[in-house]
């Protein structure tokens, strides 16, 4: 997938009539209800009934059990957003493009977890997401790196070297992933909503709404890992410019109590919509808790803008955040079944609105 700007008239009717027929497709309470009642090879037969057909008969032949689910998400992930592409026409395709630079971000992130964990090149490479830029080729590279400091060595010319170079100072001094991470989401997000924060055209304004929700609910994450680890990390070097909720220093003064957090989201223009997004958060009881009611609360958000603008990018970029959480959640569940966790521990993994 490469980004281009393109000419033409933007057809958000089509985009968004598509990207409703496949929202109606994606996982149900209901579906999540029976994975969790199976087993591996159970889940992968059930797949093979709904739209993972085609990856899950594709790869059938060479991988079985969470092997052959990994591999046929990632694969039907990667098509979904690459019909996207295929749809869209004029300034939305390059809107659409640009988001799905995420995917660049989670692999080179996936690239340093592994390498800090020992991990093989062909572990590593069974969690790349084939959505965004970097070619296959490259990213088998990063893959295959001996150490992290080689992986920053081969993203020295791409719009991670920099920041990354940087980070990884940190990352020797500390021994923990955080800067690293939380720059490869600085370097994203500030990039991304650059070009379109100070502009009067309407599709734009809604995409610049959407991206600083994102980047808000992203600094809260970041901080608050921060704040856990009790690494010697001033959040401030970490802080994603770009949201509407926080400055970093105001973020960093709420990051030690969980209720003035929550109620300064509760009291700011995000309030009503998310609602019953912040009653989660507040109920959560561990950090991860915490992090998936922050992805809920930003799919409601997400959902709320698509209703309110149905012909826009909202329902585009709503359905690109639920099929990612369709994807995590499957693999949270073959994950879990495979481990021997038992149902109630895998549900703690789940994220559904």
Known sequence: MSVKETEGTSNYEYVTARVKARRAKLFDEEDYRKLLRMGPGEISRYMEETEYETEINALGARYSGVDLIEYALNRNLAKHFEDLLQWADGRLYTLIARY????????????IRGLYSGADSETIAEDFIYAGEFDRRFLDRLAEAGSIEEAV????????????????????????????????????????????SDTDNRANQLY???????????????????????????????????????????????????????TY???STYGDDLAD?????????????????LDAALMEYSDRLSHVFPISICPVLSYILAKEREVENIRAVARGREAGLSQDEIETELVML
């Open 153 to 196: 060595e081969l993203l020295e010319g791409t719009r991670y070297g920099d920041s990354l170079t940087e980070a990884f100072a940190d990352y020797e001094e500390t021994g923990v992933l955080i800067p690293m991470e939380n720059a490869v989401d600085r370097t994203y997000y500030e990039g991304l909503i650059g070009g379109v």
């Open 100 to 111: 799905l630079r995420k995917f660049d971000a989670w692999n080179v992130k996936t690239v």
């Open 277 to 293: 997004a912040l009653d989660r958060l507040e109920d959560a009881d561990s950090l991860i808790e915490f992090e998936h009611a």
């Open 265 to 267: 989201i509760r009291d």
């Open 208 to 262: 610049a709404d959407f991206l600083r929700a994102e980047i808000d609910f992203r600094n809260v994450r970041n901080v608050l890992r921060i704040a856990r680890s009790g690494a010697d990390i001033d959040p401030d070097e970490y802080f994603i410019e770009g949201g509407d909720l926080f400055g970093a220093s105001e973020l960093q003064q709420l990051s030690g109590s969980l209720d003035e957090l929550v």
